[in-house]
């Protein structure tokens, strides 16, 4: 079975302090809270990963993720971080091509292939996002771009590898802009993804892979998205820096 994440990006906030605190707030809420079905992920900057795996390491269905890693084990490679060195803190998560960093950073689906071999061998999950910008949606060619952000960052990877994947579908128009796609709008996608993946693989690998939604998903439009059948979870941005509305959306399931 699938499972459901609710998985937070904290992107460049929170200072040392206000993210143990945050953190502590998350895992104490989550342990009254949230249902143990519920997997919840902090992607916190890189430099807090270590702190805030000591915090939530007695937490059943808390766990911490990096926002990126590099695609080389090692080496002379200035202000970089490797998947071993995110595994060493106790992460077990990792976002990979998140939008932000394909547009600012010019990271490239060769590239994310071998971040997302990496990080598998290391026995990290990698978060991996895909979505296309509004003028892609636009001009209907949304489901063609993502199928090829798909094929060439995830299909060299074995049946059993790709089951170890979770993905994550942000469009791009919806990412922190308050504007959320539709229930339908991500459905569609979502089950298009599922789709694309079986006829890859198979069904019933396709079938064991979470796909997230991201983009101003926040408690107020969480239960509608989350209740569609190919939607099994969240990247959440904004929202997942105030620790109730974070609890109110991996409480909507
Ligand atoms: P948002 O960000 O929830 O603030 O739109 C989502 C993301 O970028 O992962």
Known sequence: MRRKIIAGNWKMN???????????EVTNMAADEVPNDVTMVMCTPAIHLSAVSTTTKDSSNVFVGAQN???????AYTGDLSGNMVASTGA??????????????????????????????IGLTPIFCCGESLKTREANEHIDFVNKQLDESLFDLSAEDIKKIVIAYEPIWAIG???????????????????????????????????LYGGSM???????????????????????????DFIDIAKSY
């Open 14 to 24: 929170k200072n040392l302090e206000e993210g143990l605190s945050l953190a502590s």
């Open 69 to 75: 890693m590099s695609e080389y084990e090692s080496g």
């Open 92 to 121: 077990t998560f990792v976002i990979i091509g998140h939008s932000e960093r394909r547009e600012y950073h010019f990271e490239t689906n060769a590239q994310l292939a071998q971040r997302v071999k990496l990080a598998l061998s």
């Open 177 to 211: 802009t308050g504007v959320t796609a539709s229930s339908e709008q991500a459905q569609e996608m979502h089950r298009s993804i599922r789709s694309f993946i079986a006829t890859q693989y198979t069904h019933e690998v396709a079938k064991e892979i979470s796909i």
């Open 218 to 244: 926040k408690p107020g439009n969480a239960q509608e998205l989350l209740s569609q059948p190919d939607v099994d979870g969240g990247l959440i941005g904004g929202a997942s820096l105030k620790a109730r």
